[in-house]
């Protein structure tokens, strides 16, 4: 797709590195980084479910950081390393993460799951989550309508503790 | 033969049936290489933005595009007056003989009759643009008042919600079983109340969507879209365009991000884009926002029932007698949630006499429609607390007088006397409902609970058990359909005329085919959704697939299996056909050295050679189709049970502990099935403690953002302990019934229940769900809140 270049409007150029690719780009200053990833970079896994920073299906990292990409314009992650859910698995091998979310049925319609991925992929790198409180919380900034959660509980757990080597606790 | 009759006719192993097998959908979903629309890339595709009227009610005087259609990348503005040629009403997909019909417009022409409704569309290069222009036409109105909740609507001398309206009541229906009169006027006892019960919305992650492209070579009008019910949509749009159904291809894409009732419906932005995408010659896309969802997309909303009940000294149920009012919106898009309501109240016990009326009314909000449960959490909340009321009126336990009354095993198929929105006489088909009972009151350690909720009361802690069971119809008519084919590359297809929106159609629908033939999983593939592949089909809603498309893909399945068979017995040149499927094979049952392979017989089949005669005997092309037409609707049940702790001073109720007792019949896939209901149990908490819409008295929405509309995350929605009992269906030769709403349908009436028996030391009354903090605050205080913010 052509950047958004349009009459009386500069495009701005910009350099992210995106799963470990570099990419420029031009893109309107108003672009937001998830239209940026969706269009520019063809990156269809970032989904767009309320463009106003609540249900999180959107979430990419930026510099390791978990943000909402609906919210953020894509010129403030000029120069900066961007992860989206396609960049988790291994060649064609899940990550335990996905592994975990498929096994326990974690996802339904699959809109949110990119987001919660992603959400959980920034968690689990700060250090364990021992219990079902703690699995709560790191799924609660975003929503998923279809699961009820209860798989993804299960899920982090599990990840957890294939990573971190810890025993959940409940 | 009838095919209900031929159904049975053929027997089958379950082998596939009944496994928990993980999801085929998933390694796409999981890696961000789902198949959204949003996510289909076609060159040169413009986008569209839709205007839409700010007002509850009001005359359009006039419609200026001129600033909109000069800023640059806009292709083109079009005004309902533009779409004059496709302006026809789109008709109510549940009608009534009595029903005061409203015209309802793709787009609206010269009023607007509710926030939300579409006045204008900008085309342009791309979404933001289009939203600029959006902000550049400037529409002309003069407002009218405007009708903002069913009391309103029914008020003696009320505005009239559409100008030149008989009255703002769109049907009354009343239903009657027995003598309810007679039976009330001698009941020992009578107890009545007035419950309102607010749903939430649909609120799937990916709101809805549709793109559409002419092609101009074969004339056909390829239209995707994100829809439950793409023949339905399919259909619509013929009969707007005056088109032949060949003419128009829709397909809903394998991926679409949640229905739950709302996208089963048909909009007028359905019906605009693709229309002005045949005019402009190029692909056009629009995706809604969620701003757009929340004032456009179709919501249940509050229905308001005044509920009264005759019963005897021991409890025993004498007569139910329910009016309500139930807030239809601006336009009729269907009657199907209040007819269901209509006859879901009396639910699985022995009532002898029972009136039900509706009141369905106009009011200038969204329309509304089916949101996953569909009338029946509102009818199941009425019936439900009045037991709740029964039992404290006698001083009885509460389980008990259920117990009590519950329609016993050996009585089905049992007739409620009513009839169903099905339009066949409202008759249970099977269940075991004391099973369900029984079970959620020992796995919840129901007795243990009543102790520790005595003891703690003495302690100044408030605890409350609430129970609520429901009886579901579902497995709905006319019919559904599927083909199966052997392909080229020796595999069969399984092509389903039904879309899945995350319920696993891929895999269920495989294991079903792979039993129907007795042929490995791995060599069976299914598609869906694309009306171009299957011509006929209905769609998913009320929880009806499984009991339709289900025995449609058996049938299909063993049908092209015996075609198969056919072919290997002449190729292989042997009398019979006991075969067996070996991996690709066919192989003879009793020497598997002797067999073909599934590339052979479709070789020989199905591609031929171009020009020689087919070996006498081969079945020429290996297709089948079956269409499932079920006598009348299937009746799932269960119970839930919950236990919950109330906090008087901030009102806040927590759930210690929930159990869901279900049955939805034979469960395909325990890992799908128990996915299903505990997902459908997530909106049911959102109905039961969370999800409120609000609007003021001029009609306009005050919750449109998830900022000031509780979707439950992961901390509201607790633990479940769940159990499934299997009383099959014999209405279809799977067994099947409904899995998707049990989770969502009793939760509220089981949470309301909850709380005010929470309270019941300060005698405290929950007659409004949500059953929200400042609800309970405000109950225990003695006093209702206004339903309305102010």
């Known amino acids: 797709m052509q950047p958004d270049v349009h009459d009386g409007i500069d495009g701005q150029v910009l350099r992210v590195i995106v799963n470990g690719k570099e990419h420029r780009g031009v893109t309107e200053a108003r672009t937001t980084l998830a239209d940026f990833l969706r269009r520019e970079l063809a990156l269809t896994g970032t989904h767009l479910g309320c463009e106003h920073g609540v249900c999180g299906a959107c979430t990419v990292l930026v510099n390791g950081s978990a943000v909402r990409s609906c919210l953020m314009l894509a010129v403030q992650a000029d120069g900066a390393e961007v992860e989206t859910v396609e960049g988790l698995a291994d060649g064609n091998e899940l990550s335990p993460l996905q592994e975990a979310f498929h096994r326990n049925h974690a996802l339904q319609c699959g809109f949110c799951t990119g987001g919660f991925l992603m959400s959980i992929t920034a968690a689990l790198r700060e250090g364990p989550v021992e219990t079902e409180e703690e699995a709560r919380e790191v799924l609660s900034g975003n929503i998923c309508r279809c699961t009820g959660y209860a798989g993804m509980i299960k899920a982090v757990l599990e990840t957890s503790e294939q990573a971190h080597g810890t025993k959940a606790a409940s | ?790």
């Open chain 2, 1 to 790: 033969m009838s095919r209900r009759d031929e159904q049975a006719a053929v027997p089958f192993t379950k082998n596939m049936i009944g496994a928990a097998v993980e999801r085929r959908e998933d390694y796409r979903l999981l890696t961000g290489h789902g198949k959204f629309l949003d996510d289909l890339d076609m060159p040169d595709t413009l986008e569209a933005a839709f205007l839409r009227s700010s007002f509850g009610h009001a005359r359009i005087l006039g419609i200026d595009t001129s600033a909109a259609l000069a800023v640059p990348g806009v292709v083109a503005v079009f005004t309902g007056e533009d779409l004059r040629p496709m302006m026809k009403p789109m008709p109510a997909k549940v009608a009534h003989p009595d029903l005061q019909e409203i015209a309802r417009l793709p787009m609206a022409l010269d009023a607007v009759h509710y926030v939300g409704e579409p006045v204008a569309v900008v085309i342009a290069t791309n979404r933001y643009i289009a939203e600029d222009a959006l902000d550049l036409i400037d529409v002309d109105y003069q407002e009218l008042p405007a009708i903002s909740s069913t009391a309103a609507a029914l008020a003696p001398d009320a505005p009239l919600a559409h100008e030149g309206a008989r009255d703002n009541i769109a049907v009354h229906v009343t239903q009657r079983a027995g003598d309810p009169d007679a039976a009330f006027a001698s009941a020992p006892h009578v107890l009545s109340e007035t419950f309102t019960v607010t749903r939430g919305g649909g609120h799937s992650m990916e709101c809805r969507a549709v793109a559409a492209r002419l092609d101009t070579v074969t004339g056909q009008l390829v239209v995707w879209d994100s829809t439950q019910a793409p023949h339905y949509a399919r259909n619509a749009l013929a009969n707007l365009y005056d088109m032949r159904e060949d003419d128009i291809r829709l397909i809903a894409p394998a991926d679409v991000g949640g229905g739950f009732g709302p996208k089963a419906q048909f909009y007028g932005e359905e019906a605009v884009v693709p229309w002005v995408a045949m005019q402009l010659r190029k692909p056009v896309k629009w995706i809604e926002d969620r701003r757009e969802n929340f004032i456009s997309t179709m919501m249940e909303r509050t229905q308001t029932h005044r509920v009264k009940v005759a019963f005897d000294d021991d409890g025993m149920l004498l007569a139910l007698r329910d009016v309500f009012e139930h807030d239809q919106g601006a336009y009729v898009a269907g009657l199907q949630v209040p007819m269901i309501t209509l006859s879901t109240v009396p639910g699985p016990y022995k009532i002898p006499n029972i009136h039900t009326e509706l009141f369905s009314c106009y009011t200038n909000m969204v329309p509304t429609s089916s949101v996953r449960g569909a009338g029946r959490p509102q009818a199941v909340a009425a019936m439900e607390r009045m037991m709740d009321r029964v039992a404290e009126y006698l001083g009885m336990d509460p389980a008990e007088l259920r117990r009590r009354n519950l329609i016993q095993p050996d009585e089905f198929p049992y007739k409620v006397g009513l009839m169903f929105r099905d339009g066949s006489p409202l008759t249970y088909d099977s269940g075991n409902y004391p099973e369900l009972l029984s079970g959620v009151v020992e796995r919840i350690d129901y007795d243990g609970w009543r102790r520790r909720q005595a003891e703690l009361r003495t302690q100044g802690r408030l605890i409350g058990i609430g129970i609520a069971c429901y009886v579901e119809g579902c497995g709905l008519g006319p019919y559904e359909g599927a083909k199966a084919r052997l392909t080229n590359s020796g595999e069969v297809l399984v092509t389903l005329a039904a879309a899945p929106q995350g319920q696993g159609y891929e895999t269920v629908y495989a294991q079903i085919a792979s039993d129907a033939m007795g042929l490995d999983m791995e060599h069976i593939r299914v598609t869906t959704g694309d009306t171009g592949r299957i011509p006929f089909g209905q769609g998913t809603f009320a929880s009806r697939i499984t009991a339709t498309a289900g025995p449609a893909v058996l049938q299909a399945c063993q049908a092209l299996r015996a075609r198969i068979f056919t072919t290997a017995a002449v190729m292989l040149k042997i009398e019979g056909d006991n075969f067996v499927f070996r991996g690709d094979r066919v192989c003879l049952a009793e020497d598997e050295s002797i067999g073909a392979t599934l590339r052979e017989i479709t070789q020989v089949a199905n591609i031929g050679k171009h020009g020689i005669t087919l070996l006498r005997g081969v079945p020429a092309g290996l297709e089948t189709q079956a269409y499932f037409a079920p006598e009348r609707a299937a009746y799932a049940s269960g119970a839930h049970a919950v236990v919950v702790e109330v906090d008087p001073e901030t009102g806040r109720a927590t759930v210690l502990k929930y159990v869901i007792g279900h049955d939805c019949g034979t469960v395909i896939n325990p890992l799908l099935v128990d996915g299903q209901v505990l997902g459908g149990f997530g909106a049911g908490i959102g109905n039961a403690m969370y999800e409120e819409q609000f609007y003021d008295e001029s009609a306009q929405p005050q919750t449109t953002s998830y900022l000031d509309f509780s979707l439950p995350s992961s901390m509201e929605v607790p633990p479940v302990t769940l159990f499934h009992v299997q009383s099959p269906s014999p209405l279809n030769p799977l067994g099947a019934k409904g899995a998707g709403e049990g989770g969502t349908i009793p939760a509220p009436a089981a949470i309301a229940n909850a709380v005010e028996d929470a309270l019941r030391p300060f005698g405290a009354r929950i007659n409004e769900i949500p059953v929200t903090p400042p609800r309970i605050v405000a109950a225990i205080a003695g006093r209702t809140t206004a339903r309305q913010m102010s």
